[in-house]
């Protein structure tokens, strides 16, 4: 990256870990304080296409999607992009804090929480001028400081500011006839959406209300050890029904 000289505006080429430096065109000392100086960073995938869709697939077959998801759907289209964040890191009662924020709009609020190896960072450079993957921020740096200050952090406690392009892939894909879109994380892999096929909870309401309703009425109208017995009957025949629903939802 590359800084301005305060002596002579001259633009000083920064290596990274350097904090002192000597301007080339006047011989000024300049010292880099990074909670002023904003770096730009790229962060690489460690995960290809396939590896991120075998997780979407492994998510799908979790428990909050509905049964048999990862068989059913049909992924229509792929993209791969870097999305651009702002990164903060912060000294918060003596401890490093890491913040994140979408430096583009976003419907996916789980960016904001993704793990970013400050090991694996790189700086942005001319080979990647042209890299029509990476998007654009229309979020400008004001813009972030401010959130962070709507979240009770002071600006002295930004210790260093980074625009970092974090890899991710979009899985577009159908299901029955409705479009949805996930996000797959390049490093960690982890699956990011906003809306997805989720299980139906009115199936496990009906078998609950129904199972509540019947040892109501049992412990009314029997007496022990009878009501013993068929409460037992009882909770069998639930387990079952609750078996059964687990299979079909």
Known sequence: MEVQCPQCGAGVNVI?????????YCSSAIYIDKSQVVFHFMLDPTIDQPNAEASLKRWMAGSKTVKGLDKEVVVTKTEFIYFPIWYFKLMQNGDEVIKIQPASPTPIPDIKELSI???????????DDGNTAIQEPHVLYSSA???LLSEGVGVPDIT???????PLYIFHYKYKDD???AVVDGVSSKVMT????SKSEL??????????ALFFVEGMVLKFPE????????ALIVILAATLVAEKV
């Open 179 to 181: 479009l949805y879109y």
């Open 227 to 234: 009501v013993l017995a068929v409460y037992i009957v009882t």
């Open 145 to 147: 400081v401010e959130w």
């Open 160 to 166: 260093q500011s980074a625009m970092v392009h974090i």
């Open 117 to 127: 190896p400050a090991g694996n960072l790189r700086f942005y450079n001319e080979d």
């Open 194 to 197: 906003a809306e997805f096929p």
């Open 16 to 24: 990274e870990g350097q904090t002192f430096l000597t301007c080339e």
């Open 203 to 212: 199936p496990y309401l009906v078998v609950g209300g129904g199972a509540t």
